[in-house]
């Protein structure tokens, strides 16, 4: 690939619209959304219930969201994926989940709030047709040793919103059609802090922002928090290498003077997430 990696500084305000629509394509392989069924004398609703990125540790392939998402995922039947922006339905045998809460704490602000969705190889592999699952592997030691540092390239937090959830009436058998509402939010953390063996970035919306920011971020806990390099050919600004940073699992109360939402950050991620799914993949390959 030609090109400079960027050292200058720009303002996200000023990067052309065509770099943050790039940054979007690039990410949407990796996110889902999770829906779950609910039988209505009207027939058959889904309701929003969280989002996920789909991670890989060697050969075991999960849905990265949090501990709060995980515990509302129904535990038989199916589990419906949002997974592309298409009418079609996608689910899953929930017999071919594994539900990972790997840590909750006791206040919702201040986590922690991590979880996993681990997938049968059969699910993983139907999933992959479509889909690419990020490789937790290749990026972990430098995440723990020498992570890029925040001013770098630009922010997103990527997750499905409730509050743009719509439906309308559908045509012959299907009574009712209902869409879901990714939302990718630019922008910038603020100084990581760290709690223990946790580390956590607050993504607040800019005040600039706010008009066209959702009331409510119901719905994007979960979904993942991502760092973009930059490269620059000439006038042309492009983004590459997305760098999955953290999970969304709080939002502060939208008032005149805050808004936005609470994320994990990268040694979450890559250690104790990290050594969770490693230590299940372990554990599962001894029993078997």
């Known amino acids: 690939m030609s090109g400079l990696f960027m050292s200058e500084e720009i303002l996200l305000r000023d ?3 065509a770099v943050l629509e790039e940054a979007i394509k690039i990410l949407a392989p990796y996110v889902v959304g999770f829906v779950g069924y609910t039988r209505t004398p009207g027939g058959e609703d889904v309701q929003l219930l969280g989002s996920g990125t789909l ?3 060697g050969s075991t392939k999960a849905i990265l969201t949090a501990h709060h998402v995980v515990s ?3 535990r038989d039947e199916r589990l419906g994926l949002v997974i592309s922006a298409t009418p079609q339905r996608h689910d899953v045998d929930v017999q071919g989940l594994t539900y990972l809460q790997i840590a ?3 206040s919702d602000a201040d986590g922690p709030d991590l979880g996993v969705v681990i997938l049968s190889p059969a699910i993983a592999a139907a999933l992959a047709a479509s889909k690419s699952f990020y490789n937790l592997d290749s990026r972990r030691d430098r995440f723990l040793n020498s992570p890029p540092e925040i001013k770098d390239g630009m922010w997103f937090v990527n997750g499905f919103v409730d509050e743009y959830t719509w439906e309308e009436p559908g045509t012959g058998r299907i009574t009712k059609v209902k869409g879901f509402y990714n939302l990718s939010g630019a922008g910038g953390p603020d100084e990581e802090v760290v709690v223990g063996d946790y580390d956590y970035f607050d993504f607040p919306v800019s005040v600039g922002g706010r008009a066209s920011a959702p009331h409510s971020f119901g719905g994007m806990s979960g979904g993942g928090l991502w ?3 930059l490269v620059k050919d000439g006038e042309l600004i492009r983004p590459v290498k997305p760098l999955l940073s953290g999970v969304v699992f709080y939002q502060y109360e939208t008032t005149e003077t ?3 939402v609470k994320c994990h950050g990268r040694r979450s991620v890559y250690h104790i997430v990290y050594d969770a ?5 372990v554990t599962t390959s001894r029993q078997g």
Do not use: K, N, Y
């Open 258 to 260: 805050q808004c936005g």
């Open 227 to 229: 760092q973009f390099t």
């Open 277 to 281: 799914i490693r230590d299940f993949a």
């Open 15 to 17: 990067l052309p619209d």
């Open 72 to 74: 509302i995922l129904p």
């Open 104 to 106: 909750r704490g006791s």
């Open 55 to 57: 991670v890989s540790v």
